[in-house]
């Protein structure tokens, strides 16, 4: 899914996503302890993108962090 940068992806996979709602609910939970104006811009699009995806979109999303997938790609 290109709709998230690999930044958003990889701020994704700090937190629980196995549940839009409960990935949701811990972005707001955390964006307010973030005071890096870069940072938390990438709070806030990665929540108001995935505000709008359904279920089914959310359950397509690949979540791998970026290394991971790249050095799985070396070892092929």
């Known amino acids: 899914m290109d709709k998230f940068s690999v930044e958003e992806i ?6 629980d996503t196995g549940n839009k709602d ?8 955390a ?3 973030i005071y890096d104006p870069d940072m938390r811009e990438v709070f806030e699009s990665t929540i108001a993108k995935l505000e709008t ?4 979109e959310f359950a397509d ?3 791998y962090i970026a290394d ?5 790609e070396e070892n092929l």
């Open 68 to 72: 991971e997938y790249i050095d799985d």
């Open 10 to 15: 990889n701020l994704m996979c700090i937190f």
């Open 53 to 56: 995806l359904m279920d089914a």
């Open 31 to 33: 964006v307010s302890d």
């Open 61 to 63: 999303i690949g979540f």
């Open 22 to 29: 409960n990935l949701l609910s811990e972005l707001r939970s």
